[in-house]
C-alpha cells in the first residue's frame, strides 16, 4: 500500500471529495425536506368559503360531509364577522378602514386541517361537490414547488455523486493497476502454482477497501466539523429563519458515517476488481 | 497417469495433430528449435491457453474445456520449472517453497515439515534463509524446482530448465529431476541441450513448426545423432 503512495492519496482524496460532496448535498435535501415538512405543517388548512345565508342543516351537512373524508384533523366555523376581525388584525393599523364598511363582505368559513396536505387535492374536490359552497382555497400550490425544488436538488445530486463515485472508481482501479502490475511477477507466480483467482485479489481488495475507509473517515470528520462550525456559527448569528430548517449535525452523525464507510468501502472494492479483472484473466 | 493429448491451434496455427500418450513416471524430453511450438504446447497443459480442436487429459481427467475457475486446481497437479526461475526476491528460499504451499492453502505445520525436506531433497537446506540474489543460477533453479514439487503434483514441467545455466550446474539440475522423477513424479522437460538428451536416453519427443515428427524412446537430440 505504502509503494505508490501518489497513487494511494489520489485514490484517497478522491473518495473523499466524493463522500464530501454526497454529504453536502444529503444534508442540503435533509434541509430541504425539513422545511417541506414544516411549511407542510403550516400550510394545512383549506379555507371553504360559503354561500351567504345557508341553514343551520346545510351547514351540519357540510361539516359531516367533509369529516367523512380521511386524513382531516379539524373542521372550524368561522363567521363572516370573526373573520373581519382576523382581517382587522392583519391589516393593524389600517384596520380602522373596516369600520366604515356598512356592510360585511367576507363569507361565512370552514376552516380546515388536514394531517397531509397530498390528501388535499381530492378532498377539496370533494367540498367543491357539495352544496353551498363558494370557493376553496389552499396552499398545495407552495407545497408543490418546495416538493419539485427538492427533487430538482435531489436529482442534481445524484447525478454529481454518480459523476464522482464513477471518477473515484477509475482513480482506483489505476492505483490498484500500478500496484498490481508492481507484483505482477508474484501474481505470475501464484497463479502458476495453482493459487484461485480470490486468493489473489484478496489482498488487492483490501487494499481498495482501506482506501475506501480511510477516505471515508477524512470526509466524515470534514463533513461533520464543517458542517457543525456552520450550524453553530449561523445559530449565534441568529439566521433563525434559515436555521430553523437545518438539521442537527449531532442527529445525522451516525448516519452519515455509516452511509460513508459503506460507500467508501464499496467504491474502493469496485475499483479494485475493476482493474484486478483484466490482469487475472488466465 | 494417463496423458492422451491431441491439440490444434487456429489462427496462427501454433500446433497440427499433436498425439501423445505421456505415461505415469515417465521422462520426455520435449525438443525442437524456437517457434516448433513447444511453449504453446506447454502453456496447453498449463491451460494458460485454450485448446482449439481435440482433446488433452490429465490425470485421467478431461481438461480440454474447463470452466476458469477450476484452472487453479487443475495447476495444482503440475509443477511448472522455468528457464528464468520466477522466484520472488524478497522472499527468502525457504519462504518462496512455503509460499507455494501458502497459496494452496496448506496448513502451517505441514509447511514446516514439508518445506525443509524438499530442501534437502534439492540440498538446498543450508540455504534456507538466503534471498535469492545471494544464490548462484543453480541453486536458484533449484529453489524454483523445490517449489514447483513441493504440493506433490503428478507432473512436472519444466521449460528449459538448464537455459541459463552452465553444462556442470545444468548436469546437477538433470540429477535433481532424474531423482524427482525416480520418486514417480512425470516429467516433461523442454530443452534445446543436446547434450543432455544424448547422455539421458529417454524418450524423446520432437516437434517442428507445430507438427509432431518423432516420439522416440530412449532417443537423442537429432535424427542424424540417434541414427549414429
Redesign the interface.
Same mark, same amino acid.
Given at each position: 500500500m505504502w509503494r505508490n503512495r501518489g497513487m494511494g492519496l489520489a485514490s484517497v482524496t478522491s473518495i473523499s471529495a466524493v463522500l464530501m460532496i454526497l454529504g453536502v448535498v444529503l444534508i442540503l435535501v435533509l434541509s430541504i425536506n425539513n422545511a417541506v415538512l414544516d411549511t407542510k405543517l403550516k400550510f394545512d388548512e383549506i379555507e371553504v368559503f360559503l354561500d351567504d345565508d345557508l341553514s343551520s342543516e346545510a351547514l351540519d351537512n357540510i361539516e359531516e360531509s367533509v369529516k367523512a373524508n380521511p386524513g382531516v384533523i379539524s373542521i372550524i366555523f368561522r363567521s363572516k364577522e370573526q373573520a373581519l376581525e382576523i382581517m382587522k388584525d392583519d391589516w393593524a393599523e389600517e384596520g380602522y378602514l373596516l369600520d366604515g364598511l356598512e356592510e360585511n363582505p367576507l363569507p361565512d368559513s370552514y376552516i380546515i386541517k388536514v394531517n397531509d396536505i397530498v390528501l388535499a387535492d381530492k378532498l377539496v374536490n370533494n367540498i367543491k361537490a357539495l352544496d353551498g359552497i363558494e370557493e376553496v382555497k389552499y396552499y398545495k400550490d407552495v407545497i408543490d414547488k418546495l416538493l419539485i425544488f427538492a427533487g430538482y436538488i435531489q436529482f442534481a445530486g445524484i447525478v454529481i455523486i454518480g459523476i464522482l463515485v464513477f471518477v473515484s472508481i477509475f482513480i482506483i482501479s489505476n492505483t490498484i493497476k500500478v500496484a498490481v502490475s508492481s507484483r505482477r511477477r508474484e501474481i505470475n507466480i501464484m497463479k502458476y502454482v495453482g493459487a484461485t483467482n480470490g486468493y489473489i485479489r484478496g489482498p488487492f481488495i483490501m487494499e481498495g477497501v482501506m482506501f475506501g475507509f480511510l477516505g471515508a473517515i477524512i470526509s466524515i470528520g470534514l463533513v461533520y466539523y464543517g458542517y457543525d462550525y456552520f450550524y453553530k456559527s449561523m445559530n449565534a448569528k441568529l439566521y433563525a429563519l434559515f436555521t430553523f430548517y437545518l438539521v442537527d449535525p449531532k442527529i445525522i452523525f451516525i448516519d452519515i458515517a455509516i452511509i460513508f464507510l459503506t460507500i467508501g468501502a464499496g467504491i474502493g472494492a469496485l475499483g479494485s476488481m475493476i482493474s484486478l479483472k483484466r490482469f487475472l484473466n488466465v | 497417469m494417463t496423458n492422451i493429448a491431441k491439440e490444434y491451434r487456429n489462427g496462427v496455427i501454433a500446433l497440427y495433430d499433436i498425439n501423445m500418450e505421456i505415461h505415469k513416471g515417465e521422462f520426455v524430453f520435449l525438443v525442437g528449435s524456437s517457434g516448433a511450438g513447444k511453449s504453446t504446447l506447454i502453456k496447453l497443459i498449463?491451460?494458460?491457453e485454450g485448446i482449439t480442436r481435440g482433446k488433452l487429459f490429465l490425470d485421467g481427467m478431461d481438461i480440454t474445456r474447463v470452466p @476458469? &475457475?477450476r =484452472?487453479?486446481? %487443475? *495447476? &495444482?497437479k503440475v509443477g511448472?520449472v522455468f528457464q528464468d526461475f &520466477?522466484l520472488?526476491p524478497n522472499k527468502t528460499v525457504y519462504e518462496n517453497v512455503a509460499?507455494?504451499m501458502e =497459496? %494452496?492453502?496448506a496448513r502451517p505445520r505441514e509447511i514446516r515439515r514439508r518445506v525443509p525436506t524438499i530442501l534437502s531433497m534439492v540440498n538446498l537446506s543450508k540455504k534456507a534463509s538466503s534471498f535469492p540474489d545471494q544464490l548462484s543460477g543453480g541453486e536458484q533453479q533449484r529453489v524454483s524446482i523445490a *517449489?514447483?514439487i513441493v @504440493?506433490n503434483p503428478p507432473v512436472l514441467i519444466a521449460d528449459e530448465p538448464t537455459g541459463n545455466l552452465d553444462p556442470d550446474t545444468a548436469a546437477e539440475i538433470m540429477k535433481v529431476l532424474m531423482d524427482i522423477n525416480n520418486r514417480g513424479t512425470t516429467i516433461i522437460m523442454a530443452t534445446h541441450a543436446k547434450e543432455i538428451v544424448n547422455t539421458m536416453k529417454k524418450r524423446v519427443i520432437a516437434l517442428d513448426s507445430g507438427r509432431m515428427v518423432r516420439d522416440e524412446e530412449k532417443g537423442g537430440y537429432s535424427v542424424e545423432i540417434s541414427d549414429i
Open positions: - | 498449463l491451460k494458460e @476458469n &475457475r =484452472i487453479p486446481y %487443475i *495447476r &495444482r511448472v &520466477r520472488l509460499f507455494a =497459496i %494452496i492453502g *517449489r514447483s @504440493n
